[in-house]
């Protein structure tokens, strides 16, 4: 969201998952369509087979979508910019950027220019190891195409560059005008069913619902007088992000942490310093559908209710709105979210009062212009994709048509730089993380799956078959994998997905957790951590893994 609020003015996916269809090229860079976002996946694979578009996939894993790819740019992790800069590079150098585009629409182009003049795909192969005629080939496919969609995920977003690298994208779209027309655009595939809803409703240190910043006196008077609380009771100093706040609470800044559905006892960068952050503080409150490893460690654990059990709307990818209704009655003690929540203002002495999802949907609307035209009684003949102004408006399909949401469109001038930590002699391996598609992040929900289970019932670390031969470690074998932060156990899985050097393991499994390895160095402006670069050793285990580890019996942090 940063990247893209630079350049464009706003952070979500420009285009539609339908128009994919239409399009002759799709970009994928550091997305595994195939295992984290299957059903769009599926609409690839129609794109290409059924209608023939090209597929440039720049990731640095063999994944699926590498069988349907007309070219496959594998890049050392960590070298985006020097690809994408290069790319650049070739467009402009060979007269293929869409000067009317550039003239109308955008600007800093002279900047960009000068920034790319220097990235030959020569210089960008000694950084990244992608061949420099691979590059040359993805400018002239892209820039020649009538309607090119790129895509990304994490692999472009968890890194220090992370912003950088989806700037770097953007320049690609500005320069060739592959933007504000569907089946184009700029296409961040948002993780969780809810994220993008969860941001659009303020769920960021910085900003109210709508992206409307808590350092505009305008803005903070509007929300005053919209939620009837006086003026100085909001405060225009934006809050921590989450790498923030366990250092906060490791430094005694932070006093009360209250957690709602996520598990940062698996899923934030290395563990121990999280685990220490969490000892900290006075108070930990764990709000949560089941007692996930981060609730294990709270003074207070409330009950929820699952997706199944409520109402409410989940906005997707594409920015659409969509309702959900309660299918089962919640168990026990568990509540909807918002019930909570209620409850716990009011006892706080809040003078809350809302009937229902339907209600607070009605008073976002008052609040949040992208939402301004929904309703749940809209949206019970389907979703409805934001912006969408008015009651009678129909949504908005395409985003930046005609115009940015900043006005004109932004190049930005980026200067290459290598991850935090890179492979040395003491820890020679590159670990790269991720996801498989048979599980959910910690796998609270996934590895109550039996079926699930029954599939992926370990932790894997992806290792290349030449890597394997000079240790001396066989397919299935145990292997212990450390890095400066700690040490776990998995089994090795050989395979030539990852490149030479390279190590990819899930932060599926507890018992494995991988966390306990990553380093929390962030991205500068998103803060985001670098979960897909960090260094590690990788040697044979000495005894057999102890197979009664269960990651519901023992601390994450048994073999820490
Ligand atoms: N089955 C399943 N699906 C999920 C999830 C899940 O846990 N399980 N989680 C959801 C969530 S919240 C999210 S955010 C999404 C994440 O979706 P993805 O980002 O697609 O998932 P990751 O496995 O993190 O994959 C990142 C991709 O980046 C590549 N990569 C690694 N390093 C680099 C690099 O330096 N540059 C580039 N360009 N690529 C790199 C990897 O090889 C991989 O293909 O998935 C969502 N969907
Ligand atoms: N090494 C590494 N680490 C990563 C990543 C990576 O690629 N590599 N990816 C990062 C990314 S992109 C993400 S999104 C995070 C995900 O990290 P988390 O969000 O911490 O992981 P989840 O396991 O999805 O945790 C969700 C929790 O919500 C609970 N839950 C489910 N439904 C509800 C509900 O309706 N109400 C409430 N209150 N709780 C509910 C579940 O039981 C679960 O405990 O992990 C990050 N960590
Ligand atoms: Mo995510």
């Not at 992608?130 to 968890?158: E, S």
Request: aromatic residues 6%; contains cysteine; glycine residues 8%.
């Amino acid at each position: 969201m940063a990247g893209l609020a630079a350049t464009l003015g706003s952070g979500a996916m420009t285009d539609s998952i339908s128009n994919i269809k239409d399009a002759d090229l799709l970009f994928v860079t550091g997305s595994n369509t195939t295992e984290a976002h299957p059903v769009i996946a599926l609409e690839m694979k129609k794109a290409v087979r059924r209608f023939g578009a090209k597929l440039i996939l720049l990731d640095p894993r063999a994944i699926e979508l590498a069988d349907f790819a007309t070219l496959h740019l594998r890049q050392r992790p960590g070298t985006d910019v020097a690809v994408l800069n290069a790319i650049a590079h070739v467009i402009i150098r060979d007269s293929l950027a869409n000067s009317a585009f550039i003239e109308e629409r955008t600007e800093g182009f002279d900047a960009l220019a000068a920034a790319v003049a220097g990235w030959t795909p020569e210089r960008a192969e000694v950084i990244s190891g992608v061949p420099a005629q691979l590059i040359v080939d993805a400018a002239y496919l892209y820039a020649h195409a009538r309607n090119a969609m790129i895509f990304w995920a994490m692999g472009i977003t968890q890194h220090t560059t992370g912003t950088d690298n989806v700037k770097a994208c953007s320049n690609l779209a500005l320069l060739t005008g592959h933007i504000g027309r569907p089946a184009t655009g700029l296409n961040p595939l948002r993780g969780q069913n809810n994220v993008q809803g969860a941001c659009d409703m303020g769920g960021l240190p910085n900003v109210f619902p709508g992206y409307q910043a808590v350092t505009d006196e305008a803005i903070r008077r509007k929300f005053a007088a919209g939620w009837g609380v006086a003026y100085e009771a909001l405060s225009p100093t934006p809050g921590l992000t989450v790498t923030e706040i366990s250092r906060g609470a490791l430094e005694g800044r932070i006093k009360a942490i209250y957690i709602m559905g996520e598990n940062p006892m698996l899923s934030d960068p290395n563990l121990s310093h999280v685990a220490e952050a969490f000892e900290r503080v006075e108070l930990l409150v764990c709000q949560d559908i089941f007692l996930n490893e981060t609730a294990q460690r709270a003074d207070v654990v409330l009950p929820a209710a699952s997706f199944a059990e409520k109402g409410g709307t989940f906005t997707n990818t594409e920015r659409r709105v969509q309702l959900i209704r309660p299918a089962l009655p919640p168990p026990g003690e568990a509540r909807p979210d918002w019930a909570i929540l209620l409850d716990l203002a009011r006892r706080l002495g809040a003078d809350w009062r809302y009937d229902g999802p339907a209600d607070i949907l009605a008073e976002m609307a008052t609040l949040t212009p992208q939402y301004a035209g929904l309703s749940h009684a809209r949206l019970a003949a389907g979703g409805l994709q934001w912006p969408c102004p008015t009651a009678e408006h129909p949504g908005t399909p395409v985003l930046h048509i005609g115009k940015f949401t900043r006005g004109r469109g932004l190049f930005a001038p980026l200067e290459f730089r290598p991850p935090a930590e890179l492979p040395d002699d003491d820890f020679p391996f590159l670990l790269s993380t991720g996801r498989i598609l048979f599980h959910w992040h910690g796998g609270t929900m996934s590895r109550r799956s039996a079926g699930l289970e029954a599939i992926a019932p370990e932790a894997e670390a992806e290792i290349h078959p030449a890597d394997a031969a000079r240790l001396g470690i066989a397919d299935g074998e145990p292997v212990c994998v450390s890095s400066r932060r700690g040490r776990v156990v998995a089994a090795a899985r050989l395979t030539p997905r990852s490149s030479p050097g390279m190590v990819f393991m899930t932060f599926h499994y507890a018992e494995a957790a991988v966390n306990l390895l990553t380093i929390d160095a962030v991205d500068p402006t998103a803060k985001i951590p670098e979960y897909k670069v960090c260094a590690v050793n990788i040697t044979k285990l000495a005894q057999p893994i102890n197979k009664e580890l269960s990651h519901e019996s023992e601390s994450p942090f048994a073999l820490a």
